[in-house]
């Protein structure tokens, strides 16, 4: 009786016996997580004595999609919850999400994420010297 080697898959493993440069670059990025992508947030109504800094940064996992927003003061911020909100996120929301506001140790209320606007709105805070983070979670397309 003869047995037969075992099969060689294609799509896993190459002629020679080696792992597809697919399965490679998808267990790779499992291992070293996702990258997210970068943007630049525009706040609205951000109260500020200088010109602040902001940066940020997305993760879409399925259908989720995960934030970082990074508010770094000249001096300081104030923001007015319900008004000062951040109107270029990329990703299209479908439903209504979530954000909290970081800094110095402390935090603050939610915000919101509206899906009908695309809009971010920031919780209040007044007079913060520190950077802040804004953190979130919504549903995106």
Same mark, same amino acid.
């Given at each position: 009786?003869?047995?037969?080697?075992?099969?060689?898959?294609?799509?896993?493993?190459?002629?020679?016996?080696?792992?597809?440069?697919?399965?490679?670059?998808?267990?790779?990025?499992?291992?070293?997580?996702? $990258?997210?992508?970068?943007?630049?947030?525009?706040?609205?109504?951000?109260? !500020?004595? #200088? =010109?602040? /800094?902001? @940066? %940020?940064?997305?993760?879409?996992?399925?259908?989720?999609?995960?934030?970082?927003?990074?508010?770094?003061?000249?001096?300081?911020?104030?923001?007015?919850?319900?008004?000062?909100?951040?109107?270029?996120? $990329?990703?299209?929301?479908?439903?209504?999400?979530?954000?909290?506001?970081? !800094?110095? #140790? =402390?935090? /603050?209320? @939610? %915000?919101?994420?509206?899906?009908?606007?695309?809009?971010?709105?920031?919780?209040?805070?007044?007079?913060?010297?520190?950077?802040?983070?804004?953190?979130?979670?919504?549903?995106?397309?």
């Amino acid at each position: 009786m003869t047995i037969a080697p075992a099969p060689i898959n294609d799509f896993l493993i190459d002629q020679e016996g080696k792992a597809n440069l697919s399965w490679i670059l998808f267990f790779n990025s499992l291992y070293e997580g996702d $990258p997210g992508v970068a943007w630049t947030p525009t706040a609205v109504s951000l109260g !500020s004595t #200088g =010109t602040p /800094t902001l @940066s %940020g940064r997305y993760y879409k996992i399925g259908r989720i999609c995960y934030f970082r927003i990074t508010i770094t003061p000249a001096t300081d911020t104030t923001s007015t919850a319900a008004t000062t909100y951040i109107d270029n996120f $990329p990703p299209l929301m479908s439903n209504d999400g979530i954000c909290f506001a970081v !800094s110095g #140790g =402390t935090g /603050t209320n @939610s %915000g919101h994420c509206v899906s009908a606007n695309n809009r971010i709105f920031l919780p209040g805070w007044s007079a913060v010297t520190l950077p802040i983070s804004v953190i979130g979670l919504v549903e995106v397309r």
